[in-house]
């Protein structure tokens, strides 16, 4: 059989109820030439039945049965059975409101520097709405199965390997958000997992030997410090603006205002805020001090 343009890889466990929707908005997609690689993680609510009964229907849905393995294992299975040199990835309840302050930030992220420069804060990249080159996928060993998220995993290997990203300016995803969803319910997709990625990813690029200053004393900035010390790294210093947490020491670091920054050459700043208000603000103020977006600060968050 020929090869598709593009392999659409679909994990199922128990998606009875969004399955139709899911399946009948990719069908209505413009690009006819592509498969859907189904895997059938050991549902239970007839999932399997019905993936079975479309692809009777549509000779390019294939449907791959599975013991239930997991997510990261259904997603190997569906990569290894795809045929295009383009794989996209499709969640089974794709169609919906999503959640809306992500959605926002993610949407403007549009180049490759936006999105390596903020790839700290959270996943520059809402995964369903990715293509990628098989070839690409498989270099970087494909999906990791550990205990955390495996997408955001595998943009920060990408971004360390050099892979370059960008994003179509069209809105081209309906994404459902509900108390269901493995980003809510599972322990991997935790704010302590996205931030152990981090720190790692930080720890073996842009840190690596290199002190770190975090800009701001805060709940965010403790962590990221804490987690820091965790993995062996040096926190020299905190910046604050306000007066009331200036002199202090956190984690054995002195609080400094932004005028004592200069007294940390060769480190690297972090800006460990939440709002991103506050993120402009750090940035603007560290251009001012010759430090450079992307090589010497970096946003966390």
């Known amino acids: 059989m020929r090869a598709p343009r593009v392999s659409v890889l679909l994990p199922v466990r128990d998606a009875r109820a969004t399955l139709p929707a899911c399946l009948d908005s990719l069908a209505a997609q413009t690009l006819a030439d592509h498969e859907l690689v189904a895997v059938d993680d050991g549902s239970r609510d007839g999932s399997g039945a019905y993936l079975s009964s479309r692809a009777a229907l549509d000779r390019r849905i294939r449907v791959v049965a599975s013991p239930a393995r997991g997510l990261v294992h259904a997603l190997g299975l569906a990569l290894a059975a795809a045929r295009a040199p383009l794989v996209a990835r499709l969640d089974a309840d794709d169609v919906g409101a999503g959640m809306r302050a992500y959605v926002d930030w993610v949407n403007g992220l549009?180049?490759?520097?936006?999105?390596?420069?903020?790839?700290?804060?959270?996943?520059?990249?809402?995964?369903?709405?990715?293509?990628?080159?098989?070839?690409?996928?498989?270099?970087?060993?494909?999906?990791?199965?550990?205990?955390?998220?495996?997408?955001?995993?595998?943009?920060?290997?990408?971004?360390?390997?050099?892979?370059?990203?960008?994003?179509?300016?069209?809105?081209?995803?309906?994404?459902?958000?509900?108390?269901?969803?493995?980003?809510?319910?599972?322990?991997?997709?935790?704010?302590?997992?996205?931030?152990?990625?981090?720190?790692?990813?930080?720890?073996?690029?842009?840190?690596?030997?290199?002190?770190?200053?975090?800009?701001?004393?805060?709940?965010?900035?403790?962590a990221l410090a804490r987690a820091l010390v965790g993995v062996g790294r040096r926190v020299a210093a905190f910046v604050e603006v306000d007066a009331r947490k200036i002199g202090r020491t956190i984690h054995g670091a002195p609080v400094v205002g932004v005028e004592a920054v200069p007294g940390f050459p060769g480190a690297l700043h972090l800006a460990a805020v939440g709002r991103p208000g506050a993120r402009t603000q750090i940035r603007e103020e560290a251009e001012r001090l010759g430090l450079v977006d992307g090589q010497d600060l970096f946003a966390v968050a």
């Not at 970087?140 to 920060?156: H, K, N, S």
């Not at 370059?164 to 309906?174: G, I, M, S, V």
């Open 110 to 222: 549009l180049d490759h520097e936006a999105m390596a420069h903020d790839r700290f804060v959270e996943s520059p990249i809402v995964h369903p709405s990715v293509a990628m080159r098989r070839a690409a996928l498989n270099r970087l060993g494909g999906y990791r199965a550990f205990d955390g998220p495996e997408d955001y995993d595998l943009w920060l290997r990408a971004f360390d390997a050099g892979l370059r990203f960008a994003k179509l300016e069209q809105t081209l995803l309906e994404w459902r958000d509900s108390p269901g969803r493995l980003t809510r319910s599972d322990g991997r997709y935790s704010a302590e997992a996205f931030l152990r990625l981090k720190v790692e990813a930080l720890a073996r690029g842009p840190l690596e030997r290199r002190s770190a200053v975090v800009w701001g004393a805060g709940p965010i900035g403790k």
